[in-house]
């Protein structure tokens, strides 16, 4: 199995482009998550999803966009990059409410 | 909401020593109590977790936490450090069956020859 794979690995961006972060689990998991990671802060919710079809705000979700078409995939959207969004994505899925969560190796975007 | 406290950004142990990384949370509900740990350029893995039951809870890697209601705290300890220890270490907290988990701000640890 591969748990969570996340795409792309790294990314640089001028401000005002647009991407998408692909996140994929293959443990059938319901829940999953989107953080960011920043020096000092730990990680922060941004967004999270309770099953197939469903998105909820987390912690700091101003400037990005989810969606859960399939179970397995989670992407995570930049409508329009600012540099404040310069960070480390990671992305974790999880069986149980409140369960162990299961994380990606991460993606490291610079918007310059 | 839930909250954490990681005290202590960096913690410098020798090779052998006691390892203490300490954690205090905030929660108006039974907690939910994790540790991950972090080795550079990866994702989070899981320590141990603390939902319900005995309140010491061994993980793995020999690290094991206690869970202190009465002093809101759930420090990660380890008897004896190794090299390979040297990572960063987040405790994080989840309000019962909030999905919303908290993370610290992590702890980065060192272990010298």
């Known amino acids: 199995n591969a748990g969570v794979t996340q795409t792309p690995k790294f990314r640089v961006l001028k401000t005002g482009q647009s991407m998408t972060l692909l996140c994929a689990q293959d443990m059938n998991h319901e829940y999953m998550y989107w953080y960011r990671q920043d020096p000092g802060m730990g990680l922060r919710l941004i967004h999270y999803s309770v099953g197939e079809g469903t998105t909820a705000k987390g912690e700091v979700p101003d400037g990005y966009n989810v969606s859960r078409l399939k179970k397995q995939n989670f992407l995570l959207g930049l409508e329009s990059a600012a540099p404040s969004q310069t960070s480390v994505y990671f992305c974790a899925s999880s069986y149980l409410l409140a369960g162990e969560q299961f994380f990606g190796p991460g993606t490291r975007l610079t918007v310059l | 909401a839930q909250s954490v406290t990681q005290l202590g950004s960096h913690v410098s142990v020798s090779e052998g020593a006691l390892v203490l990384l300490r954690c205090n949370y905030s929660?108006?509900?039974?907690?939910?109590l994790f540790w991950y740990v972090q080795y550079p350029n990866q994702g989070l893995q899981l320590l141990l977790k603390?939902?319900?039951?005995?309140?010491l809870v061994k993980g793995i890697n020999g690290f094991e936490a206690e869970f202190k209601k009465s002093e809101t705290s759930f420090h990660l300890t380890k008897p004896s450090a190794h090299m390979s220890d040297a990572a960063e270490y987040f405790c994080?907290?989840?309000?019962?069956?909030?999905?919303?988990?908290?993370f610290g701000a992590g702890t980065r640890l060192t272990v010298k020859p």
């Open positions: 994080a907290v989840s309000a019962g069956n909030n999905n919303d988990m908290r």
């Open positions: 603390y939902t319900t039951g005995a309140t």
């Open positions: 929660s108006s509900v039974p907690p939910y």
